[in-house]
């Protein structure tokens, strides 16, 4: 039995996101097991560094795996991106330690947020940026984005209210960029919960437009969710990092 | 009666290609002209710089179409990417002289064509690269390339066999760049015949390949299409300057 950890791709603009629901297979998850399970023979579980919502994309998920394979990592990766439709695509593989698990031993994860406020959409990009003809301040998203920094906890800042779990998270670095009209937004953190950087990033979008002010504090300690911004739309959330 | 020249972006994946056929509107003058048709009351003719194929992008395609209308020119960009699908873009417009003719008094078209290598699917760019496992010798390719360059019969470039008019050419150049694995092939001349640059290209991989000589003179002077390479699919294939 050897550990593959894998780089994976995709375009989530027609999938349920990264992990498998029910028994729709419609996930990137869920097309990964059903294929290595096809080379295999065998039932495979992917473990995913962390799931991604419907519609979200990655440029650079990390996911591992455990199989019993004749094939080299050349074939394996071979084989996964001739059978996989063309839009997910596995970049690389290497053989890991035993022990090695994507999602517990991650140490940071860094998404990408991309807003286009040209008036022009983008059609090259049409399924990855989030258009808006809002006319947004940048000073003042970059003032409220600091008051991320830092361990909090986001339970406002998260769309599923069951969660019985912590939500104490830790965000490393928020950096706001503009090129050309685009507004990229990188959030790096030690993790996150359900819709956490989307309704981030909706509140900074409401505080860029003027429609709120910088409230993050009090939004922390209201621990209410109907005091954070709009879930910003999924087209435009981007996995680009994991760190180990 | 005003004369406006517009620079429009497509990915033209879902498109028949840049010209209205018969009865179909599924191309891009087809949806610009009905809306522009819908704005005015009154049938505007929209005139591009030349054909693109189907399933063939443009990031720079030029068109110009004479209308009446009260509204400004900011406010005819603004309606034509209200109305216009999403894979459909007016980036900027502008009024000209009355005489200024998008095709007639183009100088020089330049036309990308992208070949992925890498083995890896690029998801993000799935419908505008062509991938292939071939091994490619690159100096191959750009030694034959300069057989193109300057004024030729490109009748056995051509897949229609029926044209009455002249199919002499000119090629200005042809530029051959790798990047990580990515071949981008830029050709520019002062037109270019049906399936003409797809033609060429295809010519090219072949000799990359191996599979080929380099013949290009013997192609020329045979005068038929069946002498010549394969048609290389529309999908990597994108009008990115017209020079006037």
């Known amino acids: 039995m050897k550990n593959y950890k894998i780089i994976v791709s995709y375009d989530g603009t027609k999938y349920s996101g990264w992990q498998k629901q029910g028994n729709?297979?419609?996930?990137i998850q869920g097309k990964l097991e059903n294929i290595l399970s096809k080379m295999t023979g065998e039932k495979v579980e992917v473990f995913g560094s962390g799931r991604t919502d419907a519609g979200a994309?990655?440029?650079y998920q990390v996911?591992?795996?455990k199989i019993d394979t004749d094939k080299n990592k050349k074939q394996i990766l071979e084989y996964l991106n001739e059978y996989l439709p063309n839009d997910i695509a596995?970049?690389?593989?290497?053989?890991?330690d035993i022990r090695f698990h994507s999602r517990l031993n991650a140490k940071t994860k860094t998404y990408l947020y991309r807003i286009n406020t040209t008036g022009i959409p983008n059609v090259f990009e049409k399924n990855f940026v989030f258009n808006t003809k809002a006319n947004i301040d940048l000073e003042k998203m970059r003032q409220a984005s600091k008051e991320f920094i830092g361990e909090h906890d986001f339970l406002p800042f998260c769309s599923n209210k069951k969660t019985k779990k912590s939500t104490v998270r830790k965000i490393y670095?928020?950096?706001?960029?503009e090129e050309n009209g685009e507004i990229k937004i990188y959030v790096?953190?030690?993790g996150f919960l359900y819709n956490m950087v989307r309704i981030i990033v909706g509140t900074l979008f409401e505080i860029g437009q003027g429609k709120r002010e910088n409230n993050i504090q009090e939004i922390f300690e209201g621990k209410e969710r109907v005091n954070a911004g709009i879930t910003m739309p999924s087209c435009g959330?981007?996995?680009?990092d994991v760190e180990y």
Chains 1, 2 share one sequence.
Do not use: M
């Open 24 to 27: 729709t297979d419609n996930t």
């Open 57 to 59: 994309h990655a440029k």
């Open 63 to 65: 996911a591992n795996f």
């Open 90 to 96: 596995v970049n690389s593989i290497e053989q890991v």
């Open 173 to 177: 670095s928020i950096s706001i960029i």
């Open 188 to 190: 790096k953190g030690n």
């Open 237 to 240: 959330l981007c996995l680009i």
